[in-house]
């Protein structure tokens, strides 16, 4: 039985549920609202909107519970961040950062070598990337095409949600991909079900998209950190929400280990349990280098250990960072001639004041995890494959509310 507080409230009616989704609803429920009291000061949504110029949107892509058998089992979709917003020519400073390889993210080698995100980040599901890259290129192409005559390398991330959804169908279209990113708003943004996380599972329980932001001040300046996951990993016994073992006593049913569903479809025993993937994306309008882009990037693992985690061979654990700060610098080598200078120039933070945007970071990435658990919902997938969100009576036992 669904958890009542917890129903799939998300599912259509009847056939597909797909199309943009950014803003939380009325009863949208977060971590802090159960009496979870993280560290750190956040911004005014706690989100990665937070950061001035960053917009989020989803394409959400659900179909009924009764219909979800074989090719007509959709729980999938795509999310879409736009790091400065309308600015689609200027390039950010970046970075990236694998701490496990079982998964993909498109565009990075680009990002390494030249230290720049040059186009809007998607995440997505697996098998899904190819189509979500190639709608990115026909959405850029149509607001810059200049831009498009040379060259784009969309960034595209993924994690796998075969155990919901029928992943091998093609669910996700261009036209999913398009509305993300024509929906992408700043403000408050959704979790839990919704976008490229609708059909994850994180710690044994419904996972999916979340988020968390935090404001820094060093010396004389505030900067705000956000952080935005897609939460497909963990091992159930694992799941500490700010210091308390949640996981270990949880009542929810856990039938994605609790079944041999993967075997009996494939003739391959089960994948070990917390196999999944986590992509996560962090941004700041602090000035950095890439290179400290790059050492933000590597902060991430740090707030997931903060949650559990010990990582797995059988997980994707990808993450980027970057910089909306220095605008008009990093243009490409093409550009560069045609505004008739040689050299580029940035400001960015001492090195000596990183640590309190290290610390923003695992801030972030512990509370985006819990927040995902907390506004996910149960939901039945393709063929009564049923995930179970964490129970909010749990929560607030555990914290006194």
Known sequence: MMHQENSASNAAASGFDSGPTHIASPTHTRARDLGVAFDGTTG????????????????????????????????TGVTAILPRGDDVESPCAAG?????????????????ESGSLTTPVAITNTHSVGIVHSAIDQWLFKRCPRKA??????????????????????????????????????????EGNVGGGTGMCCYGFKGGSGTASRTVTLLDKTYTVGVFL??????????????????????????????????EESVVPNPPEGSGSVIAVV???APLLPVQCKALARRMPMGLARTGTT?????????????????????????????????????????????????????????????TLVAARDIVGRDGHAS????????????GR
Not at 45 to 74: F, K
Not at 336 to 360: I, K, Q, T
């Open 230 to 263: 897609q939460c497909n990993f963990g091992k159930r016994y694992e799941l500490n929400v700010h210091g308390v073992l949640l996981g270990r006593d949880s009542k929810a049913p856990n039938p994605m280990q609790e079944t041999r569903w993967f075997e």
């Open 149 to 190: 005559a040379a060259w784009m390398l969309p960034v595209v991330a993924e994690t796998w949600d075969g155990y919901l959804n029928a992943i091998n169908s093609q669910h996700v279209t261009p036209q999913h991909v398009l509305d993300a990113l024509d929906s992408a708003a700043s403000g408050p943004i959704a």
């Open 311 to 371: 990582g797995g061979h059988f997980s994707g654990d990808i993450f980027l960072a970057f910089s909306t700060g220095n605008p008009g610098s990093l243009r490409s080598s093409m550009a560069a001639e045609e505004e008739g200078r040689a050299l580029d120039s940035m400001e960015f933070v001492a090195w000596g004041l990183m640590d309190a945007l290290y610390e923003a970071v695992a801030q972030c990435v512990e509370e985006s995890v819990v927040n």
């Open 44 to 75: 005014p949504y706690n989100a990665i909107t937070d950061v001035p110029g960053v917009r989020v949107g989803y394409s959400t892509i659900i179909s009924d519970a009764a219909q979800m058998h074989g090719a007509q089992a959709a729980c």
């Open 388 to 399: 179970y969100a964490l129970p909010h009576d749990e929560v607030r036992r555990a914290f």
């Open 96 to 112: 990236t950062f694998a701490l496990n390889g079982n998964g993909e993210m498109t565009g990075r080698t680009w990002i390494e």
């Open 283 to 285: 941004a700041t309008d």
